[in-house]
């Protein structure tokens, strides 16, 4: 039997039930968060909020408890180096809550490296991700289930070019799947994709999230073709590309055969450190987010997705059977 590791422990990969494939139950930067830990962070279910510290935990409860109400039993949370991982608080999360939480390991940059990564090549990065894989993560015996990757605007650049190799040599030598945050804007994903297959990741284990920001459907069965799943993983975000537009893209994906290649999630943070309070005010009044919120899927798409006649086997196959697949190979 294939197993999963969570923050509690190792479970049969059947034993992840219902799952939100990408969601943060905390999102920030956790040098900014080190230096200035009074510093409050955004909360944004229902509207914008200043977070102060000690209320952080609180509102991932929140988010948690809400998607466990709705029939949810497991988050994969893709925050890694640089987007504040601390598996300690996610364990915390799920042992208040129920909620399985499947972590990661990696490094989450478009570009900036610090010194100490810049002075080692891919393999010595490989070794850092390996090591929570193997062993465990910031000393604790969590391991890690999947290792996190990005190319965003900035391209495929040397920095993130020597991540993604490290990505897939670890993933090579553990067998753990790799989840590449890509930005179709900038079509990053063919690139990312072809690292990958430079060194020899089976594509299979490959998810290249936020697919969904595009709707092009040439650019997305152009990365299906490669075997690959996709993460329709962005609803809500109305800045990268519309709702209906995104269901409107599922719904022709479902409809030319590829429900087992995709994944729905909302990439919802429970709190974020990216902007001051009126900046995330004026984003959101300007409609960047409409509706966000890690409820979304079971609230709004579910049923948009239904009503365009998607069946209860199509989405059952997305948030049910597609996990253990891309996490477990089952
Ligand atoms: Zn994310």
């Keep these: 039997m294939a197993s999963v590791e969570t923050v509690t422990g190792p479970i049969d990969a059947v034993e992840l039930g219902t799952t939100l494939i990408h969601e943060h139950l905390l999102a920030r930067d956790e040098g900014i968060h080190a230096q200035w830990p009074h510093l409050a962070t955004g909360g944004l279910d229902p509207e914008p909020v200043e977070v ?29 180096m640089f987007l504040g991982r601390d598996v300690g608080f996610m364990r915390r999360v799920a042992e208040a809550t129920d909620v399985q939480v499947v972590p990661c390991t990696g490094i989450y940059t478009y570009d900036h490296l610090p010194t100490g990564l810049l002075t080692r090549d891919a393999d010595a990065i490989a070794d850092l991700f390996v090591h929570d894989i193997e062993t465990g993560i910031q000393g604790t015996e969590i391991k890690a289930a999947f290792i996190k990757c990005a190319a965003d605007e900035p391209g495929v650049n040397e920095n993130v070019e020597k991540i993604h190799r490290a990505a897939a040599r670890a993933s090579a030598r553990t067998g753990a799947p790799i989840m590449a945050h890509s930005r179709p804007a900038s079509n990053t994903a063919p690139r990312q994709i072809e690292i990958f297959e430079e ?31 996709i993460g329709m ?52 009044a300007g409609g960047a ?42």
């Design 52 to 80: 102060p510290p000690d209320r952080v935990f609180d509102v991932a409860v929140g988010c948690a408890r809400g998607v466990l109400d709705r029939g949810v039993r497991t988050i994969c949370d893709p925050s890694c």
């Design 199 to 229: 060194e020899g990741v089976e594509l299979g284990r490959v998810q290249i999230a936020h697919t969904g920001d595009s709707d092009d459907l040439d650019y997305i069965e152009g990365l299906l073709q490669k075997g690959v799943f």
């Design 233 to 284: 993983d962005r609803f809500g975000l109305e800045i990268f590309l519309p709702y209906a537009q995104r269901i409107t893209t599922v719904l022709a994906l479902l409809e030319r055969g590829y429900a087992d290649r995709m994944f729905l999630s909302a990439d919802y943070c429970a709190t974020l450190d990216w902007y001051p309070l009126e900046v995330e005010k004026a984003m959101v």
């Design 289 to 330: 987010a409409k509706d966000w919120s890690m409820n979304i899927v079971h609230d709004k798409v579910l049923p948009s997705l239904r009503e365009g006649g998607a069946t209860d086997e199509q989405i059952e196959t997305m948030l049910v059977a597609n996990p253990p697949r891309w996490l477990a190979g089952a």
